[in-house]
Structure formats: structure tokens, C-alpha cells
């Protein structure tokens, strides 16, 4: 496949031109390999260095990774905007999605009524001199982000949760640090990371969080930031027990060359109590999104942290995209005041683990051994990922390979229950006991 794309060019600026307009119009797709170095120097007549100094460009800019045997290969979602419609691999039609990492669109609290009567409040929009994080919603953010013990007198807003951790990645760390992140993780945020130029260090995962020894290896090997995922946790479904906060608190302390960020995007659907690590260190900061229990297309998180972390963040907003409409966040702050969504966002929470916790046994008694203790997904370890897809696929059931949430992790396949009634538990899980032959226990490697 590599070598129907004719990569052209007589300098390194050149080349990797040529293969960014590839990726753009879908000639070179997600997974590619490109040629060997010595073999593209040969053909284009140039030093093998100036076809190295093209990967390195594009690899520090999130287009494609280097994989030591595996080659140079394009990465599976390049930050350029392609022409194809979805770099995701689309689920075979006929087939339930059960890939999709989104919440239950049936659970989602209804805006219309919000919005009507935010429409009959609003009155003259506010201008620039406006622009700023409304003190209503300032305060109850405090107010709900105290009472699970995170202290956010400091805070700010963004465009989501991973919107957040761009900015703080980008106003403490510089291309070529590295980041721990858990493994398997949030493939969002691996997409992230190569985009921003930051290498990614694996820290393995079990159902409580992030294991000590994989934090303090990650330390060692000199990671300037640590993601720590609270609750929920993509593709896991781990959540930080106690007790690991407490081991992790203890390894953190005094940290003052590492920035802390931990991503509570289950908030209110997590159904387990949070167990914060905020504070840690000196450099830290807290984003709770609105995009699980309330929906993804409000794009608000709100981002507390230390003085100077939250002022970096605010500061560089405020030159920059300026602020999260005020308009939005009015309209969270009437979902968060509003009983009758509270009811309905606790009723989802009880539906997610409903038909998590009944899939996780449903497997469980057929052999598999799978994780999902908060949350939407349930995360089932399998020997081969590409056996399991294809079984489950063509037993009616489309499945995310693990693929795109590891790093050095084993193997498994992502199942998200949005879409799945508490009837298809038995079916789902007699398939994949048929596709996958049982996997060793544990997630990690
Ligand atoms: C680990 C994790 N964090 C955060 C989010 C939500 O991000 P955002 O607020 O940018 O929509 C998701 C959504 O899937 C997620 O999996």
C-alpha cells in the first residue's frame, strides 16, 4: 500500500509537503507505511538525512509515527482535516455500533426548555468587555467541585475537557517532553499528544487508577506531566480507589517539576465517590467536562487548579479564542440548577451501570473476564484484536479495537453500552465468548 503514493520532493520541506497533501486527499491513509528513509533518499536523489529530517517533521507534528520494526507509518487520526468523510473505520452497516465511545443520546436531558427560557432572559448579547467566566457559574462549580473535596478557588472554563488539557499541555510543557498517560488510554488524547509533539509514556492501569510502580516509572523516565483519568476511565472503566490516591499522593509530593492534570469527565455519572489528587503537587489543575452527563455539543469544562496554572490557562484563552460563550455557560448553569435534570442525569448513571455491570457479568459467566467499573465502556482483554472485531462484526455486533487506546498495553476490544438494551446483554456476550478465546486476567503488560 505505501508505495501507490508517489512521495516526491528535493528537500526536506519538500517531502513532507508532499506527504501531508496525501494524507489530505486520502491517498495515504491511516496505518500507511512510508518508504523506508534510505529507500526514498535513493529514489528522489537526496541524503538519507534530508528524508529523515521530513519524518521528523511530520512525526513531530502528530502525522505519522515510528514504530522501530513497524517503520514510519501515518497515525491513525493525523491532525489534518482529509477528505475522507471518517478516518474511524465506519461500522458495516447492518451492524449495531457498540464502538462509539458516546453517550446514551435516549439519557441526555433535554435543552429545548432551557434554551427557551434563556432566550426569554438573555436580553442585549454581551460584547468583548463581557467576555469572561460567569461568577454564577464560577460559584457553583466551587460549590460542586468542594463537596467531592477538589478545592477550586481558582477556576476557569473551557471549550471541553480535552480542550483544557490542550492548554495546559501547551502553557507548561514544549515539543519533545513527554507525558504519562494511562495504557490503554484515551485515544483522543494520544492523538493529542503526537499532535502537540509530546511523546506519550505508558503507565499501566488496573481497575483502581493508575499503578504506583507504572507513575514512578514514568517519573524516572522524565515525564513533565501526568494524566490521570478519576473515574470512568477510557477504555478501563477504572476509577482511583482510596487507596491508590493516597500511594500516588505520596509519590507525587513535592513534585515541582511535574504538572498534575486529572480529567473527571464522568462527573455526575460516575456512581462512584471521586478521590482527587488535586494538590499533590504544586502544579495541578482538576477539568470536570459537562460532555458525559449533559452532552458533548455544549464543549464546556470547568478547569480548577493552582494559581499560576489556572491563570496560565485563562491568560492564554483570553489572547487567544477569548472565552466559552456566555451563552453556553448559562446554559449549563440552568442544567445544573435544575432538579428535574438532576433526576434524569441520576437515572442515566443508574442505566449506564445497569447494562455495564450486566455485560461485565453476562461475559464473566461465559468466561471473559472483562473491566467496566464506572462508566460506559467495558473493556475486554482478547489475544487478537483483528479476530475478536471481525467475529463480533460478523455476528452483528460492531466493537472498537483496542488499537487506537494502547501503547504498550495488551491487546482487548472497547464495547460502549450507550446503545445496547439490558436484552442484548445475553446475545452481545454469547458472541464474544464465541469470538474470543478466553485472555489472560488483567489489562496490563
Ligand atoms: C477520558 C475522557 N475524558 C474526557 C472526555 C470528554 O471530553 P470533552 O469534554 O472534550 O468532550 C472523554 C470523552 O470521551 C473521555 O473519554
Known amino acids: 500500500m505505501a508505495a501507490r503514493y508517489q512521495i516526491s520532493g528535493s528537500s526536506s520541506a519538500a517531502i513532507s509537503a508532499c506527504v501531508e497533501t496525501g494524507i489530505r486527499a486520502g491517498d495515504l491513509a491511516p496505518g500507511d507505511a512510508l518508504p523506508a528513509v534510505r529507500a526514498l533518499a535513493a529514489e528522489l536523489g537526496v541524503s538519507p538525512a534530508t528524508v529523515a529530517k521530513a519524518y521528523q517533521e511530520l512525526r513531530q507534528r502528530g502525522l505519522v509515527a515510528t514504530a522501530g520494526r513497524h517503520g514510519t507509518r501515518v497515525r491513525p487520526r493525523p491532525p489534518v482535516a482529509t477528505r475522507r468523510s471518517a478516518l474511524m473505520p465506519r461500522p458495516l452497516p447492518g451492524t449495531r455500533n457498540l464502538s462509539a465511545g458516546e453517550p446514551d443520546g435516549r439519557l441526555l436531558p433535554p435543552l429545548g426548555p432551557h434554551l427557551a427560557e434563556l432566550a426569554a432572559q438573555l436580553g442585549v448579547p454581551g ?39 490542550e492548554r495546559l499541555l501547551a502553557a507548561h510543557l514544549r515539543p519533545g517532553d513527554a507525558v504519562a498517560v494511562e495504557d490503554p488510554g484515551w485515544a483522543n488524547l494520544l492523538d493529542l499528544l503526537a499532535a502537540l509533539g509530546l511523546r506519550a509514556i505508558g503507565v499501566p492501569v488496573d481497575d483502581e487508577g493508575p499503578t504506583a510502580p507504572g507513575v514512578r516509572a514514568a517519573l524516572a523516565a522524565g515525564a513533565r506531566a501526568l494524566i490521570v483519568t478519576s473515574r470512568a476511565q477510557n477504555p478501563t472503566g477504572a476509577a482511583v480507589s482510596a ?162 487506546n494502547r501503547i504498550a498495553a495488551a491487546p482487548g476490544v472497547r464495547i460502549t453500552v450507550s446503545s445496547l438494551d439490558e436484552a442484548d446483554l445475553g446475545p452481545l456476550a454469547d458472541a464474544a465468548a464465541r469470538a474470543v478465546r478466553p485472555a489472560p486476567a488483567g489489562f496490563t503488560t
Open 127 to 165: 460584547g468583548y468587555a463581557a467576555a469572561a467566566v460567569l461568577p454564577e457559574l464560577a460559584a457553583a462549580a466551587r460549590d460542586r467541585l468542594a463537596a467531592d473535596g477538589v478545592p477550586a478557588d481558582e477556576i476557569t472554563v473551557t471549550g471541553g475537557a480535552l480542550d483544557g488539557i
Open 243 to 404: 487507596d491508590r490516591a493516597a500511594e500516588l499522593r505520596t509519590l507525587l509530593a513535592g513534585r515541582s517539576d511535574l504538572l498534575l492534570i486529572e480529567d473527571d469527565h464522568a462527573a455526575e455519572l460516575a456512581r462512584v465517590p471521586l478521590h482527587p489528587l488535586a494538590g499533590a503537587t504544586p502544579a495541578w489543575a482538576f477539568v470536570r467536562s459537562v460532555s458525559k452527563p449533559y452532552g458533548p455539543d455544549l464543549r464546556l469544562a470547568v478547569l480548577a487548579g493552582d494559581e499560576a496554572t489556572v491563570a496560565r490557562v485563562a491568560g492564554r484563552a483570553r489572547v487567544g479564542a477569548g472565552w466559552v460563550s456566555t451563552v453556553l455557560q448559562r446554559l449549563v448553569l440552568a442544567l445544573w440548577r435544575d432538579p428535574a435534570t438532576a433526576d434524569l442525569v441520576r437515572g442515566a448513571a443508574e442505566s449506564y451501570e445497569r447494562r455495564r455491570d450486566g455485560l461485565v457479568d453476562a461475559l464473566a459467566a461465559r468466561g471473559l473476564a472483562a473491566h467496566g467499573r464506572t462508566g460506559i465502556n467495558v473493556w475486554v482483554p482478547v489475544p487478537d484484536e483483528t479476530v475478536a472485531v471481525t467475529a463480533l462484526r460478523d455476528a452483528g455486533w460492531s466493537v472498537a479495537p483496542g488499537a487506537l
